[in-house]
């Protein structure tokens, strides 16, 4: 599986972004995908995922509320609509693909990974 992230940018705090993750391979469906985000100096931290159903979600506490990932199997992609950015939420954010997972926060159980794409929220 390869994927490739898309949508980031600069947004003023309070803005929105949708990111998109596009999966190539006739499976997206069977993966469950995940989000993470890296920023300067600090790991990776889980973000949300999505059972490969829809049925199951799960976010990051600090991103509740705000952020709502979903995905679409027909167009293999996976889409993070982030509403009310803050400054903090500033990082490169990853979209990642597991085919069994067991803890979905755990970047080290994802198999597939794609290369980023940069959200920069300015104060």
């Known amino acids: 599986v390869q994927l490739q992230a898309s949508g980031g940018g600069l947004v003023q705090a309070g803005g929105s972004l949708r990111l998109s993750c596009a999966a190539s391979?006739?499976?997206?469906?069977?993966?469950?995908m995940g989000w993470f985000r890296q920023a300067p100096g600090k790991e990776r931290e889980f973000v949300a995922a999505?059972?490969?159903?829809?049925?199951?979600?799960y976010y990051q506490d600090s991103v509740k509320g705000r952020f709502t990932i979903s995905r679409y199997n027909a167009k293999n992609t996976v889409y993070l609509q982030m509403n009310s950015l803050k400054p903090e939420d500033t990082a490169v954010y990853y979209c990642?693909?597991?085919?069994?997972?067991?803890?979905?926060?755990?970047?080290?159980?994802?198999?597939?990974w794609g290369q980023g794409t940069l959200v920069t929220v300015s104060s």
């Open positions: 999505i059972g490969w159903s829809g049925s199951r979600i």
């Open positions: 391979g006739r499976t997206f469906s069977s993966y469950v």
């Open positions: 990642a693909a597991a085919s069994v997972v067991a803890a979905v926060d755990d970047p080290n159980l994802y198999d597939y």
